[in-house]
């Protein structure tokens, strides 16, 4: 069954500084994983995904991801950070022959000032 | 280019009445899911459906919840004589065909039950 991991419920960073939030996945096949942010009161917003290729995947607002396959990791990374970016943020994997995607518990991005 | 749209933003119910949240997929995408949120908790899956099918229901409780995708129309998440545990956001999701494609978001109805 496919699974994934977000180890750490919240994340402080002050603003300059890179960030990074950490996602390990599980699946049984080849993994599509995605990764979404929720800001309050709003639905998810998709930031970036890796299917294949590259392993460092550039999305929206300046965040890339790196999808390492023997470590079943898929961090999100920023070299700077913001205020903006503060919000909940989301890992998600589908396996190549699912159609469901199971998302992570969330991680809490904060940055401070 | 019209996102996923959600209805109504906020939906109070008493214990026992019905509750129906639809929702409208962006322009051409044939596929829906709903997932359920608790406060400060991530998403949890509830059901995947295609037009008038309903593919994957293993999140849905057995009792009292429903979804259907009727081939015109939104679709519906229909919860009967519901309990105070109720109360979360319900969201919706859409894409298009390909397995590889992003799920896109509506902003979710929040249900709160008095």
């Known amino acids: 069954a496919q699974s994934v991991a977000q180890p750490e419920d919240q994340v402080n960073v002050a603003e300059g500084n890179p960030l990074t939030v950490k996602c390990t996945y599980s699946v049984s096949g080849n993994p599509y994983l995605f990764w979404y942010v929720q800001y309050p009161n709003r639905g998810l917003q998709f930031l970036l995904k890796?299917?294949?290729?590259?392993?460092l995947v550039k999305g929206s607002y300046g965040f890339e991801a790196e999808f390492n396959k023997s470590q079943t990791s898929f961090h999100l990374k920023k070299p700077s950070a913001l205020v903006s970016d503060s919000a909940l943020y989301f890992c998600a994997v589908r396996d190549g022959k699912g159609d469901k995607i199971i998302f992570g518990k969330g991680t809490r991005l904060h940055i401070l000032p | 280019n019209a996102g996923v749209m959600q209805n109504p933003r906020h939906l109070v119910r008493r214990r026992g009445q019905e509750a129906r949240l639809r929702c409208s997929p962006m322009k051409g995408h044939s596929h829906v899911y709903w997932y359920r949120q608790l406060p400060e908790e991530g998403l949890k899956f509830m059901v995947y459906l295609q037009k008038e099918n309903i593919i994957d229901e293993s999140g849905m409780p057995k009792e009292r919840f429903s979804a259907e995708f009727p081939k015109e129309g939104p679709s519906i998440l229909r919860i009967q004589q519901v309990v105070r545990g109720d109360s979360a956001a319900y969201f919706c999701a859409s894409s298009r065909e390909t397995s590889n494609q992003p799920q896109h978001f509506g902003d979710g109805t929040r249900l709160s039950i008095l």
């Open positions: 890796y299917i294949t290729g590259d392993n």
